[in-house]
């Protein structure tokens, strides 16, 4: 989620400026990257809290 984020800031958002359809496109898709990692990680650690602890 880190690396969608430096990639967001550092390679996407300078382009705005100069071509503001791909940098919308990008910042959605990457948005949608990292909601799906916060979901899989949310699942992840209920699912090891529902675990019986052995």
Do not use: K
């Amino acid at each position: 989620m880190c690396a969608i984020a430096v990639v967001d800031r550092y390679v996407i958002v300078p382009r705005c400026p100069t071509d503001p359809r791909f940098a919308r496109r990008a910042l959605m898709a990457g948005a949608a990257c990292e909601i799906a990692l916060g979901l899989f990680a949310f699942a992840l650690v209920a699912t090891f809290g529902l675990e019986d602890p052995s």
